[in-house]
């Protein structure tokens, strides 16, 4: 069973669950991709606890994930904006979506469609080799030892 943190887990997936692997730190980071920026937008889509919230996005925050930006003087207010960090795992929240979509669908049909803002498209995820080109499925995919793993002692 892994313990409370993955401090000592030479792991990228473990060491990103320790950003992002709370319920609730995907769904604020879909919100802020969506557009909410302050918190009662966010308690409002989430229905979850303030004091929740507030540890979520002060950790957010702390993270490089989110900039807690103040938009008003008298009583001081604050609205949370992603950062580059957070739009960068735009690709991990539409997989995540493009999977639920499949195995997890509601009957009436996906709730979002990610859509091109270029040319309208539907925006898929897929796996590419760098080397070729070639788009891959799973299993044309080998998880091998990288540099990490690689440069340690033996």
Known sequence: MLGQTYDSQLCSIA???EVVGERW????????QLGLRRFEEFQDSLGI???????RLSKLV??????????????????YQPT??????LTAVLALMHWGDEYA????GPPR????????????DQLVCT???????????????GPALTDQPA
């Open 105 to 108: 669908a509601d009957p009436a």
């Open 25 to 32: 730190t995907l769904l604020i980071i879909r919100d802020a």
């Open 131 to 145: 080397g070729c080109g070639q788009v891959v499925g799973p299993d044309a995919v080998h998880l091998l030892p």
């Open 49 to 55: 606890a303030r004091n929740v919230l507030t540890n």
């Open 15 to 17: 060491r990103t669950l």
């Open 113 to 124: 469609i990610a859509s091109h803002a270029g040319c309208g498209g539907n925006v898929r």
């Open 84 to 89: 580059s960090k957070a739009k960068a795992l």
């Open 62 to 79: 702390d993270e490089g994930l989110l900039d807690r930006v103040s938009y008003q003087e008298r009583p001081t207010r604050y609205e």
